[in-house]
């Protein structure tokens, strides 16, 4: 007889532990061991939340190299059936050698549950009858669990779904998530002391009033914006470090529908326009997306939403200032160009319509499209059609955690139609579907990769540009992690473009997140090692890094609602000289409109407690040394980049805190 030690260890976390009598088989290239009732000392201890177990499987002869184990768990007689979270096994054979076998899988039934041994492997390179079997059976299963759906045309599809509790057990909160998330708009209303205000559909008297609200809850940085959100100056700096950095771009040529000239702006004695463009000093922000929509109607009337277009200049003294703003893209007699030397609320509405876009842009584009709805993607067809053995798997599950749960709760709290987003917001009607078709349309490969991006839109030298900076040192460090991993595992490019998982994974992401649309840039399948790197390292920089850069400073952007009305109920102004204080809170949203909204703000912009930092990987799915020491490399980079963001920040008058590795998550998890 010869003896294997097998070590189980049980996660901790809340709900992780099973009464129930749990069974090991252990399968080996030259046999299997009997399915093994595990006891131990410990009792039913042995399976506690936290707990790391001991126990000896016996077998008459070696099984040779262990290619799985099979687990299952009885119920008790009496004990209702409960919920196990194994996070690892760990086996010593009599040879001496130590397999590991990586689990972080709910067992919630009495099923025989396969999990391979934890090297990764391609499935060329799995080439075991028992291993074949197990990688075909796991992905015949995905394939039913995990299961497209359209929710609107024209959009990313998503995970069929009805509720949380009709997700797969693995991939919904965690007990504390879902505790924490009980949150509703509602409850964040109770937070920010504002119950009672949620049903109040008149206007706001004056600006004190909303200031009063707006104490009840404050971040250093929304203090800030409630102080000098009618400056130029914060105005134009939130294009480039505010929650949607994405839209501006330097400009070489006017738009034709924008006819700014000379004698309009003041450039600071800097020259003419067309000498400002050629010296890269001039930019544009259009939001054409926006044209000819239809805004909503809430509280009975009706809303406005404007396609602006916003010049700006960069002055000599490296700032950025807005010199002219027109709210509608077709030039016209009733459609005046707003200029800084107009009288201060003929300027001020203008900036006002133009914030007001901008919170629907950066919600509906920037926010649920380029980062909720693309991550959506790369995890189900990660979870179609690569199995837990896959290197690529390995790498990217962590980069998961929680979107499938939190993409279903935004569809259903948010924006259906009882929505928060859709009853308070001006896009929240019948514009919505169409912003995010057109949205779709007008993304492309290059625009989610931040270095094509930056370079695309010409703003290597803008000053000041903390996104940017901070983004691309990000891009770097993960695209040196992901190089080192994947080349560890693919050694050519013709190994790549054998993998047929790996293929079929690119191939769902073509078809159901891009829609099969050629033009994107976006590859049908990966010819080379580069190639797949490169995307790789463009959906672990989506996942984190881009979703902190447009989620974690909503509040502090949206908190004071004058810097960032969800909607507009007055139009804007045809002739200048018509507005003044009173006609600007006559426009403002109603008082429920303006606490719904920063409820909801406070909500998305508040981490769980069970937050998981970029690069950090409590479950251990590699089990090779290469890949362990690239994860404890890339954990050093990225906390050399958080301390020098610190410091940096200390002397910012507004520090940019959205790219700060130790802040974000590896997920699109909130």
Same mark, same amino acid.
């Given at each position: 007889?010869?003896?294997? &030690?097998? *070590?189980?260890?049980?996660? /901790?976390?809340?709900?992780?532990?099973?009464?129930?009598?749990?069974?090991? %088989?252990?399968?080996?290239?030259?046999?299997?061991?009997?399915?093994?009732?595990?006891?131990?000392?410990?009792?039913? #201890?042995?399976?506690?939340?936290?707990?790391?177990?001991?126990?000896?499987?016996?077998?008459?002869?070696?099984?040779? %190299?262990?290619?799985?184990?099979?687990?299952?768990?009885?119920?008790?007689?009496?004990?209702?059936?409960?919920?196990?979270?194994?996070?690892?096994?760990?086996?010593?054979?009599?040879?001496?050698?130590?397999?590991?076998?990586?689990?972080?899988?709910?067992?919630?039934?009495?099923?025989?549950? @396969?999990?391979?041994?934890?090297? #990764?492997?391609?499935?060329?390179?799995?080439?075991?009858?028992?291993?074949?079997?197990?990688?075909?059976?796991?992905?015949?299963? @995905? #394939?039913?669990?995990?299961?497209?759906?359209?929710?609107?045309?024209?959009?990313?599809?998503?995970?069929?779904?009805?509720?949380?509790?009709?997700?797969?057990?693995?991939?919904?909160?965690?007990? *504390? &998530?879902?505790?924490?998330?009980?949150?509703?708009?509602?409850?964040?209303?109770?937070?920010?002391?504002?119950?009672?205000? =949620?049903?109040?559909?008149?206007?706001?008297?004056?600006?004190?009033?909303?200031?009063?609200? +707006?104490?009840?809850?404050?971040?250093?940085?929304?203090?800030?914006?409630?102080?000098?959100?009618?400056?130029?100056?914060? +105005?134009?700096?939130?294009?480039?470090?505010?929650?949607?950095?994405?839209?501006?771009?330097?400009? *070489?040529?006017?738009?034709? /529908? +924008?006819?700014?000239?000379?004698?309009?702006?003041?450039?600071?004695?800097?020259?003419?326009?067309?000498?400002?463009? &050629?010296?890269? /000093?001039?930019?544009?922000?259009?939001?054409?997306?926006?044209?000819?929509? &239809?805004?909503?109607?809430? /509280?009975?009337? %009706?809303? $406005?939403?404007?396609?602006?277009?916003? !010049?700006?200049?960069?002055?000599?003294?490296?700032?950025?200032?807005?010199?002219?703003?027109?709210?509608?893209?077709?030039?016209?007699?009733?459609?005046?160009?707003?200029?800084?030397?107009?009288?201060?609320?003929?300027?001020?509405?203008?900036?006002?319509?133009?914030?007001?876009?901008?919170?629907?842009?950066?919600?509906?584009?920037?926010?649920?499209?380029?980062?909720?709805?693309?991550?959506?993607?790369?995890?189900?067809?990660? !979870?179609?059609?690569?199995?837990?053995?896959?290197?690529?798997?390995?790498?990217?599950?962590?980069?998961?955690?929680?979107?499938?749960?939190?993409?279903?709760?935004?569809?259903?709290?948010?924006?259906?139609?009882?929505?928060?987003?859709?009853?308070?917001?001006?896009?929240?009607?019948?514009?919505?579907?169409?912003?995010?078709?057109?949205?779709?349309?007008?993304?492309? $490969?290059?625009? !989610?990769?931040?270095?094509?991006?930056?370079?695309?839109?010409?703003?290597?030298?803008?000053?000041? +540009?903390?996104?940017?900076?901070?983004?691309?040192?990000?891009?770097?460090?993960?695209?040196?992690?992901?190089?080192?991993?994947?080349?560890?595992?693919?050694?050519?490019?013709?190994?790549?473009? %054998?993998?047929?998982?790996?293929?079929?994974?690119?191939?769902?992401?073509?078809?159901?997140?891009?829609?099969?649309?050629?033009?994107?840039?976006?590859?049908?399948?990966?010819?080379?090692? #580069?190639?797949?790197?490169?995307?790789? *390292?463009?959906?672990?920089?989506?996942?984190?890094?881009?979703?902190?850069?447009?989620?974690?400073?909503?509040?502090?952007?949206?908190?004071?609602?004058?810097?960032?009305?969800?909607?507009?109920?007055?139009?804007?102004?045809?002739?200048?000289?018509?507005? =003044?204080?009173?006609?600007?809170?006559?426009?403002?949203?109603?008082?429920?409109?303006?606490?719904?909204?920063?409820?909801?703000?406070?909500?998305?912009?508040?981490?769980?407690?069970?937050?998981?930092?970029?690069?950090? $990987?409590?479950?251990?799915?590699?089990?090779?040394?290469?890949?362990?020491? !690239?994860?404890?490399?890339?954990?050093?980079?990225?906390?050399?980049?958080?301390?020098?963001?610190?410091?940096?920040?200390?002397?910012?008058?507004?520090?940019?805190?959205?790219?700060?590795?130790?802040?974000?998550?590896?997920?699109?998890?909130?």
């Amino acid at each position: 007889m010869v003896e294997y &030690k097998v *070590t189980v260890s049980t996660t /901790n976390i809340a709900t992780a532990t099973t009464f129930s009598n749990v069974f090991i %088989k252990l399968v080996g290239t030259d046999g299997e061991s009997d399915r093994t009732w595990l006891l131990s000392l410990k009792g039913v #201890a042995s399976f506690f939340r936290g707990a790391v177990s001991s126990f000896t499987v016996s077998c008459p002869a070696s099984l040779g %190299k262990l290619v799985l184990i099979e687990l299952d768990k009885q119920r008790l007689p009496f004990i209702p059936e409960d919920s196990w979270f194994p996070a690892k096994v760990e086996v010593k054979s009599p040879e001496g050698e130590t397999y590991h076998f990586p689990i972080y899988r709910w067992i919630t039934d009495n099923e025989v549950h @396969r999990f391979r041994e934890g090297t #990764a492997l391609k499935v060329f390179d799995d080439n075991h009858h028992l291993g074949q079997y197990s990688r075909e059976q796991e992905l015949n299963q @995905r #394939a039913q669990d995990y299961v497209w759906d359209v929710y609107a045309e024209g959009i990313p599809h998503i995970i069929k779904a009805e509720s949380p509790s009709s997700l797969p057990s693995e991939v919904r909160f965690s007990f *504390t &998530k879902s505790t924490e998330f009980a949150y509703t708009a509602k409850a964040s209303l109770t937070e920010l002391n504002l119950k009672g205000l =949620d049903d109040c559909t008149e206007r706001w008297d004056d600006l004190d009033t909303i200031n009063r609200v +707006f104490c009840c809850k404050r971040t250093a940085i929304s203090e800030y914006v409630q102080q000098h959100w009618k400056e130029d100056a914060l +105005f134009a700096y939130q294009f480039l470090n505010g929650v949607n950095p994405m839209l501006i771009r330097r400009c *070489t040529v006017l738009p034709r /529908n +924008f006819p700014v000239t000379d004698d309009m702006v003041c450039l600071h004695g800097q020259g003419s326009l067309g000498d400002e463009m &050629k010296k890269g /000093n001039i930019f544009l922000c259009d939001y054409k997306n926006f044209d000819g929509l &239809k805004a909503n109607t809430i /509280n009975g009337k %009706k809303q $406005y939403l404007m396609a602006p277009l916003i !010049l700006l200049h960069k002055t000599p003294e490296h700032k950025l200032m807005p010199i002219a703003i027109q709210l509608k893209q077709t030039p016209a007699d009733d459609n005046p160009i707003f200029l800084p030397t107009d009288s201060e609320y003929d300027w001020l509405i203008a900036k006002i319509f133009v914030r007001s876009t901008d919170f629907n842009e950066h919600q509906l584009n920037v926010h649920l499209l380029r980062t909720h709805l693309l991550a959506e993607v790369f995890a189900v067809s990660l !979870l179609r059609n690569l199995p837990m053995v896959h290197p690529l798997y390995k790498l990217l599950v962590p980069h998961t955690r929680y979107t499938l749960q939190i993409n279903l709760l935004a569809r259903i709290r948010l924006i259906s139609e009882s929505g928060v987003f859709t009853q308070f917001t001006s896009s929240g009607g019948e514009a919505m579907a169409t912003i995010l078709k057109r949205s779709l349309a007008s993304v492309t $490969y290059s625009s !989610l990769c931040i270095p094509d991006d930056i370079t695309e839109r010409g703003l290597q030298n803008v000053p000041n +540009f903390y996104y940017r900076d901070d983004g691309l040192q990000l891009w770097d460090i993960i695209n040196r992690f992901v190089k080192g991993v994947l080349s560890y595992y693919y050694k050519t490019d013709a190994e790549v473009q %054998k993998d047929s998982e790996l293929q079929k994974w690119i191939l769902d992401i073509f078809e159901h997140g891009f829609l099969s649309q050629p033009d994107k840039g976006i590859p049908q399948r990966f010819t080379t090692v #580069a190639e797949l790197i490169k995307f790789v *390292t463009m959906v672990i920089f989506t996942c984190s890094a881009q979703h902190s850069a447009v989620n974690t400073g909503q509040y502090d952007y949206g908190g004071w609602m004058p810097n960032t009305p969800t909607s507009l109920q007055l139009p804007p102004p045809t002739t200048k000289g018509t507005t =003044d204080e009173t006609r600007m809170l006559q426009t403002l949203p109603d008082v429920n409109a303006t606490v719904q909204g920063m409820a909801s703000l406070w909500l998305l912009s508040k981490p769980s407690s069970d937050f998981v930092a970029l690069g950090q $990987y409590p479950e251990e799915h590699f089990s090779e040394e290469v890949p362990r020491k !690239l994860i404890k490399d890339f954990q050093g980079e990225l906390g050399v980049l958080s301390a020098a963001i610190k410091i940096r920040n200390q002397s910012l008058e507004i520090p940019y805190t959205c790219m700060d590795p130790a802040e974000f998550e590896n997920s699109v998890a909130i």
